[in-house]
């Protein structure tokens, strides 16, 4: 088999990037907003130029398919997501995408054999930004979004999951007779930017993912008193920032101390109002991230995190409000998978390195309905989510050819 093209990637990186509603200050493509339908489009295009079949369900999931030689054989998938953080990267998610889509051109041009269809997806709202829930397209594909949620959850702006898939125009009223996804799948494999930087430090292109870490996700609301920043004294105050910091706090405080090899807690975005320099604060909403590779570790922090942040409140007289958004359960990878990848990888001469992920992929999400594979490939600094995010397009490449060799001795598997 031939090896991957730069060129090939970076076209369809940079064709991509015209999609983007902050140019020159990042990328931004929240999902179902115009510049993802859009970007969609774009990338259901270049599937039909490679010649694969391509088809899209209620939730705009794309799936583009090279049919196998024994195609009622379970399917071999990769794939990723097209959706970004507000002023987030090019890389995020459309890195494995394009890897999937070059990797079954390369496999259809090298004439190769492979028994099971081959299909490379691209998942809805991975970034939880638009919708405060995460992943909602292999969500979908699992069964854990039911159709209650698409009306419940709702974007800063008000609009609904469900609406704003309606003004996509896609048939988001077949919900429940696509999901979950029926049909067996062998195994998924993922490519994605490492999003730290480990492989940087080790000098290394590439990274076996052994586990993913998963999101415990919180909306917080602390209600004080409103009232005059100069005529309050210090010890008549029911300040809600200053509750809702000390909240803040603790959750570093927990996670910095917590036995857990990796856990992190982040306070995203926070809401003070009435945000007027002379009012003390009488409502503050705030977000909380949790993540862990190890399931207990991360119920434990969330159950201390609750009960501090009772005691916070009480003893400074504001209520607080804790809404659980999400609580997903760690993944292992496949331990098969990872000793292929690792193979393939030294058949192509390509050194690499057992890692975990922090951050959390759809592969955490597919791991419901078959075994699960990732790939890294470094970021520059480890950054992302950001504009600097940047990956080499070599890199990519790279992943890329191990990426092909590993899904053809999949679909050849029995
Ligand atoms: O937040 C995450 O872990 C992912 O990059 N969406
Ligand atoms: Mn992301
Ligand atoms: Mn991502």
Same mark, same amino acid.
Request: charged share 25%; hydrophobic share 40%.
């Given at each position: 088999?031939?090896?991957?093209?730069?060129?090939?990637?970076?076209?369809?990186?940079?064709?991509?990037?015209?999609?983007?509603?902050?140019?020159?200050?990042?990328?931004?493509?929240?999902?179902?907003?115009?510049?993802?339908?859009?970007?969609?489009?774009?990338?259901?295009?270049?599937?039909?130029?490679?010649?694969?079949?391509?088809?899209?369900?209620?939730?705009?999931?794309?799936?583009?398919?090279?049919?196998?030689?024994?195609?009622?054989?379970?399917?071999?998938?990769?794939?990723?997501?097209?959706?970004?953080?507000?002023?987030?990267?090019?890389?995020?998610?459309?890195?494995?995408?394009? @890897?999937? /889509?070059? +990797?079954?051109?390369?496999?259809? *041009?090298?004439?190769?054999?492979? %028994?099971?269809?081959? $299909?490379?997806?691209?998942?809805?709202?991975?970034?939880?930004?638009?919708?405060?829930?995460?992943?909602?397209?292999?969500?979908?594909?699992?069964?854990?979004?039911?159709?209650?949620?698409?009306?419940?959850?709702?974007?800063?702006?008000?609009?609904?999951?469900?609406?704003?898939?309606?003004?996509?125009?896609?048939?988001?009223?077949?919900?429940?007779?696509?999901?979950?996804?029926?049909?067996?799948?062998?195994?998924?494999?993922?490519?994605?930017?490492?999003?730290?930087?480990?492989?940087?430090?080790?000098?290394?292109?590439?990274?076996?993912?052994?586990?993913?870490?998963?999101?415990?996700?919180?909306?917080?609301?602390?209600?004080?008193?409103?009232?005059?920043?100069?005529?309050?004294?210090?010890?008549?105050?029911?300040? @809600?920032? /200053?509750? +809702?910091?000390?909240?803040?706090? *603790?959750?570093?405080?927990?996670? %910095?101390?917590?036995? $857990?090899?990796?856990?992190?807690?982040?306070?995203?975005?926070?809401?003070?109002?009435?945000?007027?320099?002379?009012?003390?604060?009488?409502?503050?909403?705030?977000?909380?991230?949790?993540?862990?590779?190890?399931?207990?570790?991360?119920?434990?922090?969330?159950?201390?995190?609750?009960?501090?942040?009772?005691?916070?409140?009480?003893?400074?007289?504001?209520?607080?409000?804790?809404?659980?958004?999400?609580?997903?359960?760690?993944?292992?990878?496949?331990?098969?998978?990872?000793?292929?990848?690792?193979?393939?990888?030294?058949?192509?001469?390509?050194?690499?390195?057992?890692?975990?992920?922090?951050?959390?992929?759809?592969?955490?999400?597919?791991?419901?309905?078959?075994?699960?594979?990732?790939?890294?490939?470094?970021?520059?600094?480890?950054?992302?989510?950001?504009?600097?995010?940047?990956?080499?397009?070599?890199?990519?490449?790279?992943?890329?050819?191990?990426?092909?060799?590993?899904?053809?001795?999949?679909?050849?598997?029995?």
């Amino acid at each position: 088999m031939k090896r991957a093209e730069v060129r090939q990637l970076q076209a369809w990186l940079d064709g991509v990037d015209r999609f983007n509603a902050t140019p020159g200050e990042g990328t931004t493509r929240g999902v179902y907003t115009p510049e993802d339908v859009a970007a969609r489009d774009y990338v259901k295009k270049e599937m039909e130029q490679l010649g694969l079949t391509v088809s899209q369900d209620p939730m705009g999931n794309l799936f583009g398919e090279l049919p196998g030689t024994d195609p009622e054989l379970a399917p071999v998938w990769t794939g990723s997501h097209i959706d970004t953080v507000p002023n987030g990267g090019k890389f995020d998610g459309l890195a494995g995408v394009f @890897a999937g /889509m070059e +990797a079954l051109r390369l496999i259809k *041009e090298s004439g190769l054999p492979h %028994r099971r269809t081959l $299909s490379v997806n691209v998942y809805s709202g991975e970034e939880m930004s638009r919708f405060g829930i995460c992943c909602i397209g292999s969500r979908a594909l699992t069964g854990r979004l039911k159709a209650e949620d698409l009306q419940e959850r709702r974007s800063p702006e008000g609009q609904s999951i469900y609406d704003a898939i309606k003004d996509c125009g896609y048939e988001v009223d077949s919900f429940d007779e696509a999901y979950p996804h029926k049909k067996e799948i062998y195994a998924s494999l993922e490519l994605h930017i490492e999003q730290n930087s480990k492989l940087e430090k080790a000098g290394l292109p590439l990274g076996i993912v052994t586990g993913i870490c998963a999101p415990t996700n919180l909306s917080v609301v602390v209600k004080g008193v409103q009232t005059h920043a100069g005529g309050t004294s210090m010890a008549d105050r029911r300040d @809600a920032f /200053m509750a +809702a910091a000390e909240m803040a706090a *603790e959750l570093e405080r927990l996670a %910095r101390e917590s036995k $857990s090899a990796y856990i992190t807690g982040t306070v995203g975005h926070v809401e003070v109002l009435p945000n007027a320099a002379n009012v003390i604060p009488g409502e503050v909403r705030f977000t909380v991230d949790i993540r862990s590779v190890s399931a207990e570790d991360k119920d434990e922090l969330y159950q201390a995190l609750r009960k501090a942040y009772d005691n916070i409140a009480s003893r400074r007289g504001v209520s607080v409000e804790i809404t659980l958004l999400n609580h997903d359960k760690p993944l292992l990878c496949d331990e098969a998978i990872c000793r292929l990848l690792r193979e393939k990888a030294a058949a192509l001469a390509v050194p690499c390195m057992d890692i975990v992920s922090g951050p959390y992929h759809d592969s955490l999400l597919l791991g419901d309905l078959t075994k699960v594979g990732m790939l890294f490939v470094p970021s520059r600094d480890g950054i992302s989510h950001d504009r600097n995010e940047w990956t080499d397009t070599a890199d990519i490449a790279r992943g890329t050819d191990v990426l092909a060799e590993t899904m053809l001795a999949l679909a050849n598997e029995l």
